[in-house]
């Protein structure tokens, strides 16, 4: 392709090297090019790890996503010091009943040994004040502890209960624990589309030996690296669940985050829909507001 001067509005210039974007195209992509003896030679962005084996492949693609946006249900868009946000969870089984959660969230980034986060229950009313702690590990087993308001007992959750659904919802613990990304080997799988647009699908497996699947199928935007679709597989490698995140909004102009995620169980017919709000960043929490002592003294 030669230059054409229709074309050079778009032309974000670097030496010889430019990024190239079609206007009014509907290329999701943008193109990396590079003119050679006149001619533009451009390869799509998405390709710049075509070359490698799948699992370098995968890795390189998902490692895109973790320093861009940070694991998901939880962590999501690094470079924050703390976070909080709204929650709430409505249940429907396969007879088309609901039953609903209301919690508060509370994240702290970037510990020296991990990530921190606090759930509290605010709905139902038999729930209310209940709490759970999970102390993230970037190597090893996260800790996770939970609170009982009637009691005023902390108990320690066992590292194989990860499997445990939480509060109900097709959530697992698991789910909603670390997702760090030295938990996990990859492998490239495909190029697809999701929702009309493009999409990479790059399989995690669990280092884990308590974990509750064989892999994670994720979707990955080929654009944006947000996730749009996870799907769970069981241990015997049957398909369990599928996780789809909509409405992603940017906030304080360098958070992504989606407002809408639907946890479909296909193996007992009912669903989970997370609805998250209010979110706040950089608000002034450290370590003390993570403690077993915080723990036992939520508002």
């Not at 030496?15 to 999701?28: L, N």
């Not at 709204?86 to 609903?100: C, D, F, I, P, S």
């Not at 902390?154 to 499997?163: D, E, I, Q």
Request: proline share 4%; charged share 30%.
């Amino acid at each position: 392709m030669r230059i054409k001067p229709a074309l050079i509005g778009t032309l974000a210039l670097c030496h010889s090297v430019f990024i190239y974007a079609q206007p009014d195209s509907d290329s999701m992509y943008e193109r990396q090019c590079e003119i050679v003896d006149g001619v533009v030679v451009c390869k799509s962005l998405e390709d710049r790890f075509s070359g490698l084996a799948p699992q370098q492949r995968g890795e390189a693609l998902y490692g895109e996503t973790d320093k861009r946006h940070g694991p998901m249900l939880g962590y999501g868009s690094p470079g924050y010091g703390d976070s909080q946000s709204r929650l709430t969870a409505v249940m429907t089984n396969g007879n088309g009943e609901q039953h609903t959660r209301e919690v508060r969230m509370r994240y702290l980034e970037n510990t020296p040994d991990g990530n921190m986060r606090m759930v509290v229950f605010d709905y139902p009313r038999d729930l209310k004040r209940h709490a759970l702690l999970t102390i993230s590990h970037k190597e090893g087993y996260d800790e996770q502890w939970s609170y009982d308001p009637d009691t005023k007992q902390v108990s320690r959750m066992l590292s194989n209960n990860a499997f445990t659904p939480f509060s109900g919802t097709e959530i697992a613990f698991e789910d909603i624990s670390s997702q760090d990304f030295k938990k996990y080997t990859y492998e490239y799988v495909r190029e697809d589309s999701f929702e009309g647009k493009p999409v990479q699908v790059v399989n995690r497996y669990p280092k884990d030996r308590y974990s509750g699947y064989s892999r994670l199928e994720t979707w990955l935007d080929a654009q944006t690296n947000l996730v749009k679709k996870i799907d769970y597989y069981d241990r015997n490698n049957k398909l369990l669940k599928t996780l789809t995140l909509n409405d992603y909004n940017l906030y304080d102009d360098k958070y992504w985050r989606a407002s809408e995620m639907l946890m479909t169980n296909h193996q007992n017919g009912r669903d989970t829909r997370l609805t998250w709000s209010d979110y706040r960043f950089n608000t002034g929490l450290d370590k003390n507001d993570f403690s077993l002592n915080s723990l036992r003294n939520i508002d």
